[in-house]
Nanobody, 123 residues
Framework: QVQLIESGGGLVQAGGSLRLSCAAS????????MAWFRQAPGKEREFQVG????????DYADSVKGRFTMSRDNFKNTVYLQMNSLKPEDTATYYC????????????????WGQGTQVTVSS
């Protein structure tokens, strides 16, 4: 079992920045591929970025490439999502996910999820 706890969401004006954190604990959390997804009301859960545990290779969705940066601190078993140049359409609940299988953009490939943190971007 892996437990994920997100933090860092909030209300920000368009053009602003936020940094989300996801702390992992439990059974060998450092050996899981990690990803950030988001879900807006009435929409499907949408992949944002993933990081492969063994190589640190990241994969970004086109909608956030150049604006969002995912990083990790292996010592703290924590991943981060730095979000810059935020837009109102970035408003959603953001979820951290961990998966033991191959790195993927599909939410059903991930085994563990955090509770989510709300990000609201005002225009």
């Amino acid at each position: 079992q892996v437990q994920l706890i997100e933090s860092g969401g909030g209300l920000v004006q368009a053009g602003g920045s936020l940094r989300l954190s996801c702390a992992a604990s439990g059974r060998t959390p450092g050996r899981y591929n990690m990803a950030w997804f988001r879900q807006a009301p009435g929409k499907e859960r949408e992949f944002q970025v993933g990081i492969e545990w063994s190589t640190g290779t990241t994969d970004y969705a086109d909608s956030v490439k150049g604006r969002f940066t995912m990083s990790r601190d292996n010592f703290k078993n924590t991943v981060y999502l730095q979000m810059n140049s935020l837009k109102p359409e970035d408003t959603a609940t953001y979820y951290c996910a961990a998966g033991a299988g191959p790195s993927s953009r599909y939410y059903w490939r991930y085994d563990y999820w955090g509770q989510g943190t709300q990000v609201t971007v005002s225009s």
